[in-house]
């Protein structure tokens, strides 16, 4: 039996330049969590032993490296545990090696992201506990804000594209200085 | 242009595709026969001032909006998921 | 000359340019038309129709004159204003317009024609004989014509875009916009101040005037050291906002890199979309000239840019200066200059009843009648209150009062409205929702004003934004009232210039009246005036005027032209900023990419996605060879090729069944667990939108794949039928296409490959059957379907593992005498078992058309059944689907059209087309799938193919769609 040999989204160093940093990172499980109608209840109790609940648009629970971020309407990404037992509350879908997570940090940060994302991401606008939906470039993806500067969740087919993409900005608004 | 998603909050245009006017959420009766069904999919106002139109959020929440605009003036009066309106499914 | 003492240049910073191969001296802080007027250049340009010498004629982006070329490296940038660009070290550029030297313009011979070359005069010359237009006529036009030249090659310049968002954008920092910005600034607004000049501070840099009892460009500095201390305040110099839209949404465009030497990944401009809350247009005035006879020579200049190059740059713009004005500002100009010790030949104001106190001649009522001098003036003459004058004098500045610059407010359909007391045009309130104009730009022309109005205006809008205004002491500064009286043209013999950049005269707008081009925007297109890169900045007031004098009308009943964006030339490699190349659109990779590419698989777009087109062997000299061994593979042993990029959605949900219902044509809720059954989907106007397969991988569970081509166009449907008719059923789905690695393994020697790395061997698993299996210990997705006919499977893994279950399946293939096969091969095998792909359901195509009107179920309704039974769209006059059998060695003939043998070869006697094409060495022909009309009662037909592009006249059987294995014996092995 041969064994099957799991790999990155993507296999990319870590870049530097200046204040910023844009680096490859391995979120573990990532599990979309759709709530059925009227299944609030059920959710919030299957929830409550990972001290999380669901979250309001454009947001984001979290508890002890675990989050669970919004995707869309009723819809939330389950990142960095295996997903509980939710019966019949919400249709469950592994996601984990469709998305490839890029971690962006740096005073700068912001600002390169803006080069792609049509959003206010600015600290004030867009403070740590939010997430939003948005494209990046022409590409879908998943913007998490974090106390250092954001998490990009893009499709996996995609991620050398969104990597160039920020590089690109990166040292586009490195060469200002 | 933007447009307030309920979900989302104000987005520019380049996140949404374009469908057309609200009259495809009054889906005819399977039998309505070939007039309703042309009239639905086919006849349509085209008003100079206030429309409701379908914009789908493709690049956020996937929703489909109702978006309630002015043509001559571009104002944006507001915009309701579909998926709550009363009475969208016929 | 430079003046010693004056201007804000960097003197201890100088630097070295060239401008047609010489070079010159400047200082940072310089632009080009600064350090050429310094150096004493008087000729800076050709103009566009007559190739007259021209010279710098104002301060700022609205200059029609010195427009020249800027050569880099790597770019050749025609237009650039010298009045805007910087100069630094190594800056090379050179005029243009030009046949030969810039002083001895081979094409000024034009000039001489220039009774000839009236209004019209193309239009009119040129029509006959019609033939010569495009050979003779045409090709010499366009080679004398046309300002700068391009270079021809790739723009390989590096550009950037970016968006940006605020409480308030103030657009302009002269003392309008500072004090506006300060004062939003001060009470906790994020405010942008943009402004298109290298230097902030507007006007105030240039007039000489005192704020707060200090020197202008003191009081700039201090404002803007206080705004650029604040985290809430985005300073942005050198950016232009061309552009107002929807939303408060604004265009801007920064010229980044534009003033320094190149560098690697430094951005020669950016351009911004800004979305503000709220604006202030605070883009001040632009001067207007008066179009008196022979006012075009190098040396007559504005009056505001004369006071700008003395005060801002330090140079004198002539020896003797001589102002012409019809209004009272400009007389600070000759009062700067004379205190500078810059002599004034005379101060000539058209109005009869004006003051006299300066220092030197003031003549009133006068006009100027004509000038002389070929390479710079030298000598004007015209007529005071006191008789007839000849004046010497190299420079004359020129004001025939101010018009606002009110252009964004006209972007969204605003109309400006005349003001008689300013004899100009002045801003229409709330034109741009959110947009309010203040200062110059609203009329006020007096420092003190604009101060108070910006700060007036900055007020409303922290009241608007819910903000409370901190304060902010109104600064003391000029208050003079500004007075003048229009003067728009003075008779004369020669000609007297409206447009300088398009060469449009007094006499052009007045032939363009007498013509019947009665309409300011007839006249302008007659006359192309205001069509120049300076869009008429310069020329639009005074042509309008001479246009409502010669049809005796008043200017405001005789209109405007309408402002359209973009304010200033922007170029299309910035509003294209981040789409080229590895930006035009994201690329999209199997995991499977590196092992094809390994191979040597050329790799082909499908979509985003690159998929390998075929894995050449050694010794295989052509595609078709590797694609046939490929096929014969596949039919012979085994064959692995990666099909991830279908669409695959995980649906779930106690609906899930009766959504699939819905959204196919044929019935998912009779699918037992763990089969798979082919579906069709329709738009609700009845056409065919996707087919594809979907599994039932548990009683509320069902896993949708669709084609690569309509993935998106699914997803979105799906989401519309869901949302719009049934948001309220139990059902939910999400796309899942890259969580999973999928794999074809096609052939008779398919299962015993998929023995080989499973970790128990299939068993009953019959055709169209699915399930889980284990492999490595990974759980996989295994599903009977064959695209290609034989025997197959498709087995997925999430996506991580998806390179190396595909090495491993291509190594064990090769041991069985199989291997990879790429998308030629996948299209033949497809061909020859008639299934269909988008070439087929293009969406003009019905489910009777593919001869599947019988999975439209009778028992259901579905999205798109009600229109799909209009008569129109079945019976024998539709093109339903034929195979077509062709002679071998045809060459492709896709979108070939056919005909009946022996008709007419015509547009209305097509019988249909071909959409698909195949070389087949199992049947021994080339294979095509086609339309053909009343398709299925012709097979055995022999019908006429007729391809004009491809220059082919072919005949070919129709036959059955399906050539080989017709009755699927080998699917179901
Ligand atoms: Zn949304």
Known sequence: MPELIAKPALEKAPLTLGTCRLEAVDLGPITSVALFPGQEKAMAKALKPLGLSFPDPNSLSAKAGVQLVWTGREQAFLIGVTAPDFGAAAAVTDQSGGWAALRLSGDKAAEVLMRHVPLDLRAAAFPPGRAVRAPLGHMSSVVIREEAGFLILIFRSMARTAWHEIEVAMRTLAARA | MRIPCPLCGPRDRREFTYYGSDDYLNRPAPDAGAGPWDDHLHLRANPAGETHDLWYHEAGCAQWLRVHRNTVSHEIYGAALVAGLKGGAQ | ?973
């Open chain 3, 1 to 973: 000359m430079r003046v010693a003492g004056k201007g804000l240049i960097e003197r201890e910073k100088p630097v070295s340019f060239t401008f047609d191969g010489r070079t010159y001296a400047g200082f940072k802080g310089d632009t080009v038309a600064s350090a050429l007027l310094a150096a004493r250049v008087r000729v800076v340009g050709r103009s566009f129709k007559y190739h007259r010498p021209r010279g710098v004629l104002t301060a700022g982006s609205e200059e029609p004159n010195a427009l020249i070329e800027v050569v880099g490296a790597k770019n050749q940038t025609p237009n650039v204003r010298a009045t805007v660009q910087e100069v630094f070290e190594g800056l090379v550029t050179r005029s243009q317009n030009r046949m030969g030297s810039l002083r001895w313009d081979l094409l000024a011979v034009n000039d001489l024609m220039a009774p000839f070359f009236s209004a019209g005069f193309y239009y009119k010359t040129f029509m006959w004989p019609r033939a010569f237009w495009e050979k003779v006529y045409e090709p010499a036009i366009r080679r004398a014509a046309g300002l700068g030249s391009l270079s021809g090659r790739h723009d390989e310049g590096h550009y950037e875009k970016a968006f940006a968002f605020c409480d308030l954008l103030v657009i302009g920092a002269g003392p309008t916009g500072l004090i506006a910005a300060l004062t939003a600034a001060r009470a906790g607004a994020d405010v942008i101040l943009a402004d298109e000049d290298s230097r902030m501070g507007g006007r105030l840099l240039s007039n000489g005037e005192t704020v707060d009892g200090q020197p202008g460009p003191d009081w700039v500095a201090a404002v803007l050291a206080e705004l650029s201390s604040l985290p809430n305040v985005r300073l942005m110099p050198r950016t232009t906002v061309s552009g107002a839209y929807d939303g408060g949404i604004y265009g801007a465009l920064e010229r980044v890199g534009l003033h320094k030497p190149a560098r690697p990944d430094l951005p020669r401009e950016a351009f911004w979309r800004i979305t503000a809350r709220r604006a202030i247009l605070a883009s001040g005035a632009l001067e207007r000239p008066i179009a008196f006879p022979m006012n075009d020579r190098p040396g007559i200049m504005m009056a505001g840019a004369v006071q700008s190059y003395l005060n801002r740059y330090g140079v004198a713009s002539g020896k003797r200066v001589t102002l012409f004005a019809n209004n009272d500002g400009a007389r600070a100009v000759a009062r700067d200059l004379m205190a500078a010790g810059v002599q004034v030949a005379a101060i000539l104001d058209s109005r009869a009843n004006a003051s006299a106190v300066e220092n030197c001649p003031v003549y009133l009522g006068a006009r100027i009648t004509d000038t002389s001098g070929r390479h710079g003036l030298r000598l004007i003459e015209g007529h005071h209150a006191g008789g007839a004058f000849k004046l010497e004098t190299d420079c004359l500045a020129m004001s025939g009062g101010w018009n606002p610059t009110l252009h964004l407010t006209c972007h969204m359909g605003g109309r400006p409205r005349w003001s008689e007391e300013l004899a100009a045009f002045v801003p229409m309130e709330g034109a741009v929702p959110g947009l309010v104009a203040a200062g110059a730009a609203n009329g006020t022309f007096t420092t003190h004003g604009c101060l108070a109005a910006g700060h007036a205006v900055a007020e409303a809008a922290l009241a608007d934004l819910g903000l409370s205004p901190a304060k902010v002491a109104l600064p003391r500064a000029e208050g003079l009232p500004y007075v003048v009286e229009p003067l728009w043209a003075v008779e004369g013999k020669g000609r007297a210039w409206l447009d300088f950049a398009n060469d449009v005269t007094t006499k052009d707008v007045k032939l363009a009246a007498q013509e019947g081009y009665a309409s300011v925007e007839h006249m302008k297109r007659y006359t192309t005036q205001g069509m120049a890169p300076d869009q008429g900045k310069n020329s639009n007031m005074g042509a309008l005027a001479v246009l409502a004098d010669a049809t005796g009308r008043a200017i405001p009943e005789t209109g405007i032209t309408t402002f359209r964006p973009p304010y200033v030339p922007v170029s299309v490699a910035a509003l294209g900023a981040g789409g080229r190349g590895m930006g035009f659109a994201p690329q999209r990779f199997l995991t499977s990419d590196q092992a094809s590419r390994d191979r040597g698989a050329p790799m082909i777009e499908a979509g985003l996605w690159y998929r390998p087109s075929y894995f050449p062997k050694p010794g295989e000299a052509t595609w078709r060879v590797s694609c046939d061994r490929e096929v014969a593979m596949v039919r012979g042993a085994v064959g692995v090729a990666d099909v991830s990029t279908l669409g695959k959605i995980d649906i779930q949900g106690r609906d899930a069944a009766r959504f699939l219902d819905l959204v196919y044509t044929n019935t998912f809720s009779t699918l037992p667990v763990g089969r798979v059954r082919y579906g069709l989907m329709l738009r609700e106007d009845g056409f065919v939108m996707d087919d594809g397969t979907t599994a039932r991988l548990g009683e509320n569970h069902f896993l949708m794949t669709t084609t690569t081509a309509a993935a998106g166009q699914v997803m979105r449907h799906l989401d519309f039928v869901h949302q719009t008719h049934c948001a309220d059923w139990d059902v939910r789905f999400i796309s899942v296409t890259e969580a999973w690695a999928q794999f074809a393994v096609a052939g008779p020697k398919s299962r015993a490959l998929l023995n080989a790395v499973l970790d128990q061997p299939v068993q009953d698993f019959p055709f169209m059957a699915c399930g889980a299996v284990q492999l490595g210990g990974v759980t996989a997705r295994l599903f009977r379907i064959s695209f290609s006919g034989e025997q197959g499977y498709e087995i997925a893994v999430p996506t991580r593992y998806g390179e190396s279950l595909f090495r491993d399946l291509v190594a064990k293939a090769e041991t069985m005498g199989g291997g990879p096969y790429g998308m030629e091969a996948l299209n033949v095998l497809r061909v020859e078992k008639g299934f269909i792909t988008h070439a087929e359901i293009h969406g003009r195509t019905t489910a009777f058309d593919i001869g599947m009107e019988k999975m439209v179920s009778p028992k259901k309704d579905c999205i798109g059944k009600a229109m799909a039974a209009r008569p129109a769209l079945v019976g024998p006059e539709r093109q339903q689907l034929v195979g077509l059998k062709i002679a071998t060695g045809t060459p492709p003939c896709s979108g070939a059209h056919l005909f009946t043998v022996g008709d007419k070869v015509g547009r209305e006697e097509s019988q249909g087309y071909i959409t698909s094409f195949a070389h087949s060495d199992l049947m021994g022909a080339c294979l095509g799938l086609g339309f053909l009309k009343n398709g299925r009662a012709r097979h055995g037909e022999i019908i006429r193919i007729v391809d004009h592009l491809r220059g082919l006249d072919l005949t070919a059987e129709v036959c059955d769609p399906v050539f080989h294995d017709k009755d699927g014996e080998k699917l179901r092995a």
